[in-house]
């Protein structure tokens, strides 16, 4: 048996495929465009290995995405790709269109496709399992209640309804064509092998790097932070486990204010890492022009995944958050080779201008 994993080269795909080898001998074959955000530097410890087998490609090509399922005999797909950073959805929203809403569709009607065929057994086992986001569901006000997998569906930016989009699309490939789906959707993720445009490694490498630790507004929005691991574990629980055509919210019960997160790391940076001149990295901290339709707080309710599958995550944000700065400050060959021209170039777009 082998799985097809799509976007394995990106920050929670990466780390799935060697969570996924490092527990099992099932092959996994990986699709990935290599767009800004893969990096076969992630999945380097895996060269030689067999069981990894690797494919650049989009997930919108129908074709080759159908002949590798048949190839491979393919029993789960877990599909990550997506253009997944929301500041570049505001900047430029096509590719988030071509990907995540075309891409997501050309993959459904590969996947269709090759499940037609599939002998009734095989079809039976099948699964796709669609990884989103908490983002789908909008923004809360401070007191309401967590995202549960019934809340509605109001997305706020580019990014947030191209994901949403793309689960309508699964989930009318069950409800129409019986397409065996299950469906997370997680908050905000992470660790290792985070790309340094997101929030957590952003400010680790700022701050190493003796730049601004940029605040968008006035930091007071709320994330709900899980470990990238115990998000694996999470997706390797629902596809082991999970009921055909559910959806499944994964959340740490982790809601920290943007400013808090950012303080946190200054004070393990201090800890493990103190400045030359002896003052705290919080000293780098700076406010800048807010995101535009900046979703104010997202909670999820992970209790379903929790009571019917007995997930829950390993990690505390406090324990998450070490290993995580720990992890930057071992592998800082690893950024610095992400730190290029494009990279800087987005910094440039971004950023400049933007200091309040
Ligand atoms: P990422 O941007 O780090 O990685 C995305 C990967 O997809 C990259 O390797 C990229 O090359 C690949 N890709 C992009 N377009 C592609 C295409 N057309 N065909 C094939 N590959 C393509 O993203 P991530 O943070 O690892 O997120 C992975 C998935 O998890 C996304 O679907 C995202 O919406 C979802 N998600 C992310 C978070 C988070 O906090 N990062 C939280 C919840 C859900
Ligand atoms: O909630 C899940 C989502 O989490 C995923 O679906 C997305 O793919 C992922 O990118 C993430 O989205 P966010 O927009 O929440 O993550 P980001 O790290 O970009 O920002 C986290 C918070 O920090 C957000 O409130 C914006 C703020 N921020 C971000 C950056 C990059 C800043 O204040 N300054 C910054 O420079």
Redesign the pocket.
Known sequence: MTILVTGGAGFIGSNFVLDWLAGSDEPVVNIDKLTYAGNLENLASLQGDGRHIFVKADIGDYAVVLDLLKKDKIRAVVNFA?E????RSIHGPEDFIQTNILGSFRLLEAVRCYWNGLDEPDKQAFRLLHVS???VYGSLEKTDPQFSETHQYRPNSP??AS?AASDHLVRAYHHTYGLPVLTTN????YGPYHFP????P??IQNALMGKAL????D?Q?I??WLYVKDHCSAIRRVLAAGQVGEVYNVGGWNEKA?LEVVHTLCNMLDELKPRADGKSYAEQITY?TD?PG??RR?AIDATKLQLELGWKPAETFDTGIRKTVQWYLEHQSWVNNVLSGDYQSWLEK??AGREA
């Open positions: 997506a997944s950073h929301v500041d986001t908490d983002e990014y947030s994901k997680c908050s905000n993720n445009e997101k929030l957590i952003l400010c940029p605040i968008y507004g930091g929005q994330r709900d943007n800048v995101r900046h979703d997202y971004n950023y």
